[in-house]
C-alpha cells in the first residue's frame, strides 16, 4: 500500500525519490522533531533547491532559482517584510499587483500550502524560492558591486584559483621542492635561460615600442570650431573615488573646476566611504551645481573598483571617466575623448589618457617612476594600440562607453587592480581599448615606503587578473585569438618571471665575478656559449629598456642622465622586492588595498597642464 506524504514529499516521489528514501526520512525526521523536508536536505539526500521547487509546484506558483531576480529597494535597502532569509520580498510590480517572493522556513510548508490554497488570488502575486536565493539577491545581487559577480562570476577575482589551476600550483610547488634535489648546474642554466629569454624579449619589445611611437602625436589642440557654443556634447560623467582625501579636497574641486566642457552636460560624482567623515566633511559648501557626494554603503571588501561600481549605478553620463585625488587632466580632455569616440569604430570601448609624472625630481623613485611611466604611457601602450593588441589600463583617466561598461558588468570589486583586468575582459567581449593624445599628470610616491605598497598592490591584482583570464586558457585562446593571446601572457607572465629571478641573478653574478661561486663545470665548449647567450640576453633587456627611457624621458623634458640608467637595475630589485611581497599578499590577505597616500609631495610643477 503506498504511504501517504505530504504536498512537497508527493511532487520529490513522483520526480523519482525513491519511497524508502521518504519512508526513512519522515521516520527520523520524526524522532528528531523536524519536518522531513528539512531532514532531506540537513542530510544532503536532495538540494535546498529541489525541496523548494517542490512546495511550488505543490502550491502552484512559480519557482525562481538562484540569481534569477533581484530585490526592490530603497537608498539600497531591499523591501522586505519579514527576515532576509524567508521574504516575503518585493521583486516587482506588474500593472495590476505587486510581485512577492517568499522562502519559508520548513515547518511553516504547510500553513503557507494552506493559505496559498485558501487565497487562490494570491497566486498571482507570490513566487518561491530558496532562503540561499533570497540571501544573495539581498546583498550581492542588490549592491551595484555585486554586477559582475552575479552575471560572469567565472570573470571575478573572488575564487584566486580554478580547480585545474590549484593543481597545477601544486604541482609547480613539488616540483620546486624536488629542485633542491636536482643538480646545481641544472638549476643554474634553467634560470638563467629563462630570464635571459624574459630580457630579451622585454629589450625587444621596449626599443620596437620606442621607435613605432616616435612619431605619435603626444597632444592634440583642438580647432577653434570646437568651442562654438552650438556644439551638442554628450553628457560626461566623472567619476572620484576618496578616502581619506580631507586635504586633497580643496585642491581637487579647483582642479576639476578647470575642465572645459558644458556645466549642463557635465556630472561629477565624488565617491566616499560611509565612515569617511572628515573628507564628506570637506566638501561642505565647496560643491557646484554639477558636482554630488554620493556615500558608499559599507561593505565587503573595501577596494576602489566597489566604490566606482557605486559611481556607476548614480551616473547620468554616457561617457564615464575615472581620476584619482591627485591627477590634473588637461582641461579639454573630454572633449578630446567625446571626439575620438565619436570618430572611432563602434567596439572602441575605452580610450586611456597619456599618464605623466609631474614632481620627477623630488627622489630616486619619483624619477625612475616618471620615467618608466613615460615608457608605458608614451610607447608601449600607444604601440599595443596600434598592433590593436588588448593591454590593461591605467588605474585612471580610462574613458569608457557607459553602455559597455554596463554590458560587460563594470569592474571586479575583488579585484585591486581592477584596471588591468578591465582591459583584458573588454577585449575578451570583443571590445577595443585605445590611447588618444591627453595627458593627465600625477602624483609619484616619494619614499620607498610608499612606493613598495603602491607596487606590491598592483603586482597583487595582476596576479589575480593573470589567474582570472587563465581559468579556462583554451576559452581565453579563442576569444583574442593566438597572437594576442600570446602577447598577454608573454606582458604581464615575462614580468613576473623577471621579478621572481631578478635577485637571484644578481647574486649569482656577484658571486661569480668575486670567486665567491664556481661556475657550473662542463667539459666542452657549450657552456661557454650558453653562458654568452644568457650575458646577451640580459644584455638587451637592459640596453632596450635604456634606449626606451633615454627617449621616453626627453620627450616628457626629464632629461634622463647616466644616474638613471646606472641605478636601472636597482630599481629593478625594489620591484622584486614588491613582488614578493605581493605574492604573501596573494594567499594572505588577497583583498586588502594598499591606498596610496596623495598631497605629499612639496615639487609638483604647476606648469605641467
Same mark, same amino acid.
Given at each position: 500500500?503506498?504511504e501517504q506524504?505530504?504536498g512537497?514529499l ?6 523519482g525519490?525513491? $519511497?524508502?528514501?521518504l =519512508? ?20 544532503s ?8 521547487s517542490?512546495l511550488?509546484?505543490?502550491c502552484r ?9 533581484r #530585490?526592490? &529597494?530603497?537608498?539600497?535597502? #531591499? ?8 521574504? #516575503?520580498?518585493l ?8 510581485q ?6 520548513? $515547518? ?6 494552506a493559505?496559498?490554497h485558501n487565497?487562490?488570488?494570491?497566486t498571482d ?14 546583498t ?5 558591486s555585486?554586477d559582475?559577480e552575479s552575471r560572469f562570476?567565472?570573470f571575478?577575482? %573572488?575564487?584566486?584559483f &580554478?580547480k ?7 604541482g609547480?610547488?613539488a616540483?620546486?621542492?624536488?629542485g633542491f634535489?636536482?643538480?646545481k648546474?641544472f638549476?643554474?642554466?634553467?634560470l638563467?635561460?629563462?630570464f635571459?629569454l ?17 612619431? $605619435? ?5 583642438l ?13 560626461y ?5 576618496l578616502?581619506?582625501e ?11 573646476r578647470?575642465?572645459?566642457?558644458p ?6 560624482k565624488f565617491l566616499?566611504?560611509c565612515? +569617511?567623515l572628515?573628507?564628506?566633511?570637506a566638501?561642505?559648501?565647496?560643491? +557646484?551645481?554639477?558636482m554630488?557626494?554620493v556615500i558608499?554603503?559599507?561593505?565587503f ?7 566606482l561600481?557605486?559611481g556607476?549605478?548614480?551616473?547620468a553620463?554616457?561617457?564615464i571617466t ?6 590634473r587632466?588637461?582641461?579639454? =580632455?573630454?572633449? %578630446? ?10 567596439n572602441?570601448a575605452?580610450?586611456q589618457?597619456r599618464?605623466?609624472?609631474d614632481?620627477? +625630481? ?22 599595443f ?16 562607453r557607459r553602455?559597455v ?7 571586479? %570589486?575583488?579585484n585591486v ?6 582591459g583584458i575582459r573588454?577585449?575578451?567581449?570583443g ?17 620607498? %615606503?610608499a ?9 597583487k591584482?595582476?596576479? =589575480?587578473?593573470?589567474?582570472?583570464h ?12 593566438a ?7 608573454a606582458m ?5 618571471v623577471?621579478?621572481?629571478?631578478h635577485?637571484?641573478i ?15 663545470n &662542463?667539459d666542452?665548449?657549450?657552456r ?20 626606451a627611457?633615454?627617449r621616453a624621458?626627453?620627450?616628457r623634458?626629464?632629461?634622463p ?6 641605478l ?8 622584486s622586492v614588491?613582488?614578493?611581497?605581493s605574492?604573501?599578499?596573494?594567499f594572505?590577505?588577497?583583498y ?8 605629499v609631495? =612639496?615639487?609638483r610643477? $604647476? +606648469?605641467a597642464t
Amino acid at each position: 500500500m503506498q504511504e501517504q506524504y505530504s504536498g512537497e514529499l508527493e511532487i520529490l516521489r513522483l520526480r523519482g525519490i525513491a $519511497d524508502g528514501i521518504l =519512508q526513512t526520512a519522515s521516520r527520523e525526521a520524526e524522532k528528531l522533531g523536524i519536518s522531513p523536508a528539512e531532514y532531506l536536505v540537513s542530510q544532503s539526500i536532495v538540494s535546498e533547491a529541489a525541496v523548494y521547487s517542490a512546495l511550488a509546484e505543490h502550491c502552484r506558483v512559480p519557482f525562481v532559482p538562484e540569481m534569477g531576480f533581484r #530585490p526592490q &529597494s530603497v537608498n539600497g535597502i #531591499p523591501l522586505g517584510f519579514g527576515s532576509l532569509d524567508n521574504g #516575503p520580498l518585493l521583486i516587482g510590480m506588474s500593472p495590476t499587483s505587486p510581485q512577492y517572493i517568499i522562502a519559508p522556513e520548513f $515547518d511553516q510548508f504547510e500553513q503557507v500550502t494552506a493559505h496559498l490554497h485558501n487565497s487562490p488570488e494570491l497566486t498571482d502575486q507570490v513566487r518561491i524560492s530558496t532562503p540561499n536565493a533570497i540571501r544573495y539577491a539581498s546583498t550581492v545581487l542588490n549592491a551595484p558591486s555585486g554586477d559582475l559577480e552575479s552575471r560572469f562570476p567565472e570573470f571575478s577575482a %573572488k575564487a584566486r584559483f &580554478s580547480k585545474t589551476q590549484l593543481g597545477t600550483l601544486v604541482g609547480v610547488a613539488a616540483a620546486f621542492l624536488v629542485g633542491f634535489l636536482v643538480p646545481k648546474d641544472f638549476l643554474f642554466y634553467s634560470l638563467s635561460s629563462l630570464f635571459s629569454l624574459a630580457c630579451a624579449l622585454a629589450g625587444i619589445a621596449r626599443w620596437t615600442s620606442a621607435k613605432s611611437t616616435e612619431r $605619435d602625436q603626444m597632444d592634440l589642440i583642438l580647432p577653434v570650431a570646437f568651442q562654438a557654443p552650438e556644439i551638442r556634447w554628450p553628457t560626461y560623467t566623472v567619476l572620484v573615488p576618496l578616502y581619506r582625501e580631507a586635504a586633497s579636497v580643496s585642491d581637487l574641486v579647483q582642479g576639476l573646476r578647470q575642465i572645459d566642457y558644458p556645466t549642463d552636460k557635465l556630472d561629477i560624482k565624488f565617491l566616499l566611504e560611509c565612515d +569617511d567623515l572628515e573628507t564628506r566633511k570637506a566638501f561642505r559648501g565647496n560643491l +557646484d551645481d554639477h558636482m554630488e557626494v554620493v556615500i558608499v554603503p559599507e561593505g565587503f571588501p573595501r577596494t576602489k573598483p566597489r566604490a566606482l561600481a557605486y559611481g556607476l549605478e548614480n551616473a547620468a553620463g554616457e561617457f564615464i571617466t575615472v581620476y584619482d585625488a591627485e591627477d590634473r587632466p588637461q582641461p579639454d =580632455q573630454l572633449k %578630446k575623448a567625446a571626439l575620438f569616440f565619436t570618430l572611432g569604430p563602434e567596439n572602441l570601448a575605452c580610450l586611456q589618457a597619456r599618464l605623466a609624472i609631474d614632481n620627477a +625630481d623630488e627622489s630616486f623613485f619619483t624619477r625612475q617612476y616618471a620615467l618608466e611611466y613615460a615608457c608605458l604611457f608614451d610607447q608601449v601602450l600607444p604601440w599595443f594600440y596600434q598592433q590593436e593588441w588588448p593591454f590593461p589600463l591605467g588605474g585612471t583617466s580610462n574613458h569608457f562607453r557607459r553602455a559597455v561598461l554596463d554590458s560587460i558588468g563594470g569592474w571586479d %570589486k575583488y579585484n585591486v587592480t581592477e584596471d588591468a583586468d578591465l582591459g583584458i575582459r573588454l577585449a575578451r567581449f570583443g571590445y577595443l581599448c585605445g590611447v588618444f593624445p591627453s595627458t593627465t599628470y600625477e602624483e609619484a610616491p616619494i619614499s620607498f %615606503k610608499a612606493w613598495l605598497h603602491q607596487r606590491s598592490r598592483w603586482y597583487k591584482g595582476w596576479l =589575480q587578473t593573470l589567474c582570472v583570464h587563465l581559468r579556462e586558457p583554451a576559452r581565453t585562446l579563442r576569444e583574442v585569438g593566438a597572437t594576442r593571446f600570446a602577447v598577454l601572457t608573454a606582458m604581464i607572465g615575462g614580468s613576473f618571471v623577471m621579478m621572481a629571478s631578478h635577485p637571484f641573478i644578481v647574486l649569482a653574478f656577484l658571486g661569480y665575478i668575486s670567486g665567491l661561486l664556481a661556475f657550473p663545470n &662542463s667539459d666542452n665548449f657549450a657552456r661557454d656559449i650558453f653562458l654568452a647567450l644568457c650575458l646577451c640576453g640580459a644584455v638587451l633587456g637592459y640596453v632596450g629598456a635604456a634606449m626606451a627611457m633615454i627617449r621616453a624621458g626627453r620627450r616628457r623634458n626629464y632629461r634622463p642622465n647616466i644616474a638613471d640608467l646606472i641605478l636601472l637595475p636597482a630599481y629593478w630589485l625594489c620591484g622584486s622586492v614588491a613582488f614578493y611581497r605581493s605574492v604573501w599578499e596573494f594567499f594572505m590577505q588577497p583583498y586588502v588595498w594598499n591606498k596610496t597616500e596623495h598631497g605629499v609631495s =612639496q615639487g609638483r610643477r $604647476d +606648469d605641467a597642464t
